[in-house]
Nanobody
Framework: QVQLMESGGGLVQPGGSLRLSCGISGIIFRIYNMGWYRQAPGKQRDLVAT???????NYADSVKGRFTISRDNAKNTVYLQMNRLKLEDTAVYYCNADIQRLGTRGDYWGQGTQVTVSS
């Protein structure tokens, strides 16, 4: 069984920083794309950032220059460094990974971690 576990969310003032982590456990042959998505109340879940297994990154326009995604393949972990946070960054942040297991490949999600930006 594969599990994705996020951590690092919390309450922060505008302009502050947070670092999210997502560790993946289970019997895994390979992890392809990893990413972060977020969902604000009453809104759909949107892409924040993704990173390929070769390290190429992609960001939503709203977070470019403020957020940085990275991964540690040895630890099966993906990170999201969030700087200069804004009120509109408030959302539940979800980790996502495209994972190859024995005989199957699929899309997996974490349970989410709340990020609240408020003064």
């Amino acid at each position: 069984q594969v599990q994705l576990m996020e951590s690092g969310g919390g309450l922060v003032q505008p302009g502050g920083s947070l670092r999210l982590s997502c560790g993946i456990s289970g019997i895994i042959f390979r992890i392809y794309n990893m990413g972060w998505y977020r969902q604000a109340p009453g809104k759909q879940r949107d892409l924040v950032a993704t990173v390929t297994d070769s390290g190429s990154t992609n960001y939503a326009d709203s977070v470019k220059g403020r957020f940085t995604i990275s991964r540690d393949n040895a630890k099966n972990t993906v990170y999201l460094q969030m700087n200069r946070l804004k009120l509109e960054d408030t959302a539940v942040y979800y980790c996502n990974a495209d994972i190859q297991r024995l005989g199957t490949r699929g899309d997996y999600w974490g349970q989410g971690t709340q990020v609240t930006v408020s003064s």
